[in-house]
C-alpha cells in the first residue's frame, strides 16, 4: 500500500508541474489575437467620424428650424454680428416678440468648435448659411476634412 501511495503523489506532483501553457502555446495565442485585432479594428475607425458627421448634420438641422421660428417671431432672422447666440439670449430690439430660448444650450460641433453663421447667406436659396468647419476645423476641404452645411 504504501508504494501505491507514493505513485500517487509522484504523479501528481509532475502533473502540477506540466500544468501551465508552454511559451509556444502563449505565442499562438498572441498572433491570432492580432490577426483578429488586425482585421476588425479598421473597420470601427471610419465609424468614429461618420458618427461625428451625422451629428454634426443633425445639430446643423436643428439650429436651422431655430433660426426659422427666430424668423417667424421676429420678422427677421439673426443678423451676422448676433449670430446664433440670439437663438438663447434675447437680443435688445426684442420689443416682445422674441419667443425664446429656441435651442436649450448652442453646443459646438462634434470636433469642439462653434458653428458658423453667416446672414445674408451667400449659397443657395437659403437666407443665411450655417456650417461646421469639420475635422480639419478650417473652411473648405474635401473628404473627411470637408465642411458639414445647411446648402449641401
Known amino acids: ?52 458627421v451625422s451629428m454634426a448634420r443633425a445639430n446643423i438641422v436643428e439650429l436651422e428650424s431655430a433660426v426659422e421660428k427666430f424668423y417667424i417671431h421676429m420678422d427677421r432672422y439673426p443678423s451676422g454680428e448676433e449670430g446664433l447666440q440670439v437663438l438663447v439670449t434675447e437680443p435688445a430690439d426684442a420689443a416682445g416678440r422674441w419667443r425664446g430660448p429656441y435651442i436649450k444650450i448652442l453646443r459646438p460641433d462634434p470636433w469642439q468648435n462653434p458653428y458658423q453663421y453667416r446672414s445674408p447667406g451667400q449659397h443657395g436659396s437659403m437666407t443665411f448659411d450655417l456650417w461646421s468647419r469639420g475635422a480639419d476645423r478650417a473652411d473648405g476641404g474635401e473628404g473627411d476634412a470637408a465642411d458639414i452645411s445647411n446648402w449641401e
Open 1 to 52: 500500500m504504501r508504494t501505491h501511495s507514493y505513485k500517487r503523489s509522484r504523479n501528481e506532483r509532475r502533473s502540477s508541474q506540466n500544468s501551465g501553457f508552454t511559451l509556444v502555446e502563449i505565442m499562438v495565442v498572441v498572433v491570432i489575437l492580432g490577426i483578429l485585432a488586425a482585421t476588425i479594428i479598421p473597420q470601427f475607425i471610419g465609424t468614429a467620424h461618420d458618427a461625428k
